[in-house]
């Protein structure tokens, strides 16, 4: 949604593979990023618990940075919407 966004702007977008986001799909994502000539990268990033957002951020260090929605599909290795909030807060 959001590459697609930037993209009708005009920009040359790379965007992660399908579901690539976790460790292993946004480690590739970035090796994507330095054999293309993009203007900005958007991946996606993906947690199923606690600490999960954190490291990839440090992995991606991105300068933007947003959070879609905090749903009930993550409640499976959580307690609360709370801590959904909390864990994918960690991007910031």
């Known amino acids: 949604m959001i590459a697609l966004a930037l993209e009708n702007l005009g920009i040359d977008v790379f965007e992660s593979y399908c579901n690539w986001n976790n460790r292993i799909g946004v480690a590739l994502s970035l090796i994507g990023i330095d ?39 993550h409640l499976e290795n959580h307690t609360s919407l709370e801590e959904v909030e909390m864990a994918k807060g960690e991007i910031f």
């Open 35 to 73: 054999n293309r000539n993009a203007d900005i990268a958007v991946l996606e990033m993906g947690m199923s618990g606690k600490k999960e957002i954190l490291e990839l951020a440090r992995m991606a260090n991105p300068h933007i940075r947003v959070v879609l929605n905090v749903g009930t599909s």
